[in-house]
C-alpha cells in the first residue's frame, strides 16, 4: 500500500476532525466512527484509508475504555473478544467470499428499527453477560463483511440496566477487540505501519484527546439526554444503512 502524504493544513484539520468524531463517541456511545471514516476520506484514498482508521480506533476505543475502566464488566466483554476473534478468522477464510452484504445489512436494519419504534410492551435486547460470545461473532463476521459493527453493537447496549457509563465503556472495549482483530488482515494486504507511522500516532493522539474531553462531559450529561442522543445517532445509521440497500431493494423490485 501506498504512504499516505498530507501537508500540514490537512493534517491539522484531520486531527480536529477526529478529535471532534471521538468526542461525539464519547458522549452519545456511537456515530463518531462512522464520522472519522468519513472525515479520513476527504484526504486519503479508499485503500489506505480502512486500515489507517481501523488502527486509530483500536487506541481510541482503548483510551475510551481506559478513562472509564472503573464501569468495565469482563464477564461480559471477555465472552465478546473470544467472539469476534473467531468470527473474524472464519468469515476472513471461509465465509466472506459467499455472503455478499445485502442480507447482513438488512438483518442489522431489522435489529435498529426494533430498538427504535419498538412498543412499550415489547422487550429490550438484553442478554446475559456470557451470551456477549456470540455477539462477538456476529460483530467479527460484520466488520469483515461490511465494517458496520458500531450500530450493531448498539442495539445490544440500548438498554435501561446499564448506566451511561457503562455503557461507553464496554461497548468502547468490545469495539477495540473488534477492530484489532482486522490488524492481520492489513498486514496480509500489504500495509507498512512503518511508513505510516507519523500520520496514525498523530490521529491516534486526536482521538484520545478527544475521548478524555467527551468522557468529561458525559459525566454532565443527564441519563434521560444520554439516551436520546444514542436513539438520534441509531436513527442517523438505519438511515444510512437504508441507502445502501436502496439499489438492492430497486433491483429485486
Known amino acids: 500500500m501506498e504512504i499516505i502524504e498530507l501537508t500540514h493544513l490537512q493534517l491539522a484539520l484531520l486531527s480536529l476532525a477526529v478529535a471532534s468524531a471521538s468526542m461525539i463517541t464519547s458522549i452519545t456511545g456511537m456515530a463518531g466512527g462512522v464520522l472519522m471514516f468519513a472525515a479520513m476520506n476527504v484526504f486519503m484514498p479508499l485503500r489506505p484509508l480502512v486500515a489507517v482508521h481501523g488502527t486509530v480506533q483500536v487506541f481510541n476505543n482503548a483510551a475510551r475504555s481506559w ?9 461480559m466483554c471477555l465472552p465478546f473478544a473470544i467472539g469476534a476473534a473467531i468470527g ?5 477464510l471461509f465465509i466472506v467470499n459467499y455472503v455478499g452484504e445485502f442480507f447482513p445489512l438488512l438483518l442489522l436494519l431489522l435489529l435498529i428499527l426494533y430498538t427504535l419504534f419498538k ?30 459493527i458500531d450500530p450493531l453493537l448498539a442495539v445490544f447496549f440500548f438498554r435501561d440496566d446499564l448506566s451511561k457509563e457503562e455503557i461507553v465503556c464496554n461497548k468502547s472495549l468490545m469495539q477495540m477487540f473488534a477492530h484489532i482483530t482486522k490488524i492481520p488482515a492489513y498486514l496480509f494486504l500489504g500495509f507498512s ?35 436520546t442522543l444514542m436513539k438520534v445517532a441509531l436513527f442517523i445509521a438505519a438511515g444510512r444503512i437504508g441507502y445502501e440497500l436502496l439499489p438492492t431493494f430497486g433491483a429485486l423490485l
Open 67 to 75: 478513562f472509564l475502566r472503573h464501569s468495565i464488566r469482563w464477564k
Open 119 to 148: 412498543p412499550k410492551k415489547m422487550p429490550q435486547i438484553r442478554i446475559k453477560d456470557g451470551k456477549f460470545f456470540w455477539v462477538g461473532i456476529a460483530t467479527g463476521s460484520m466488520g469483515i463483511i461490511a465494517g458496520a
Open 193 to 227: 505501519f512503518i511508513d505510516n507511522f507519523f500520520l496514525i500516532a498523530t490521529l491516534s493522539l486526536a482521538a484520545v484527546v478527544g475521548a478524555k474531553v467527551g468522557v468529561v462531559i458525559l459525566g454532565h450529561v443527564k441519563t434521560s439526554l444520554f439516551f
Open 88 to 92: 473474524a478468522a472464519l468469515t476472513t
